[in-house]
């Protein structure tokens, strides 16, 4: 017997709830030694332990969170484009193997370049509501950006690593309603999460900032191919128009 109404939309739902937490549990366990120390982080008792344990997890994240984090996304990107060719855990499997060398060289780029940044906050003395806290606040967002944008190109499209970061960068500038509403999504369920419900956070942080970063991506995809498509039109019309009027 089929499923109707009510029953239809708690399947569905249920279906949604169990592929987010099992990719999630997927990313966690990829990312094993990232956690571990951002656990360990939380408990550091003195600045030399916590100073060793950042440089730890600079050194650890373009080998473990990019490849991890990019398999992520090809997931979720199978979701929104609506492919069904093999199990969850396999179509993530494949996508760390694929592209677990360019995750790798990404990350080696990116990553110093946050560490960076986020030193020079944490040692500025920079007040929070001051205008240099807000300054911060944009740039953090325009990197956020352009990290979560890597990763969505680097599962769309099988380009360059250097043409792949400039992409990324040109969309966080040139789309900024895009890249401030997933910073500013991304944001809000990581503060509602910790804040209220903190026990979902090992089942969903991940794989639903994923899922939104991709929409995203995809839905700037979609606008500037249909961009491109309209402006070859309007030259085909033109040079079309352009040789009847040679031949009259």
């Not at 571990?36 to 939380?42: G, I, K, Q, R």
């Not at 942080?205 to 961009?227: E, T």
Request: charged residues 15%; glycine residues 6%; proline residues 3%.
């Amino acid at each position: 017997m089929g499923y109707t109404g009510f029953s239809r939309i708690l399947l569905a739902v249920s279906e949604w709830i169990m592929k987010f937490s099992l990719t999630n549990i997927l990313w966690l366990l990829f990312n094993l030694p990232i956690v571990y120390f951002v656990l360990t982080l939380l408990y550091a008792d003195s600045f030399e332990k916590l100073q060793l344990i950042v440089i730890t997890l600079a050194i650890l994240t373009p080998f473990f969170f990019f490849p991890a984090t990019t398999a992520m996304f090809g997931v979720v990107r199978d979701w929104i484009l609506e492919k069904k060719s093999m199990t969850l855990i396999a179509s993530y499997w494949k996508y760390y193997k694929e592209n677990y060398v360019r995750s790798l060289l990404g990350g080696l780029i990116i990553v110093p370049i946050w560490s960076a940044w986020l030193y020079n906050f944490l040692t500025s003395g920079v007040k929070m509501g001051s205008v240099s806290f807000y300054f911060y606040v944009a740039i953090t967002i325009f990197l956020f950006t352009i990290t979560v944008h890597f990763f969505s190109d680097t599962v769309h499209f099988q380009v360059k690593l250097k043409d792949s970061l400039v992409k990324s960068i040109l969309l966080a500038i040139g789309n900024p309603h895009y890249t401030i509403g997933i910073a500013l999504l991304s944001g809000m369920l990581v503060f509602m999460l910790i804040k209220y419900i903190p026990v979902l956070i090992p089942f969903c942080i991940g794989s639903i900032i994923a899922y939104l970063s991709f929409y995203g991506y995809y839905r700037i995809f979609l606008k500037m191919k249909s961009l491109v498509e309209k402006l070859e039109g309007s030259v085909e019309n033109t040079v079309q128009n352009s040789e009847e009027s040679t031949e009259k």
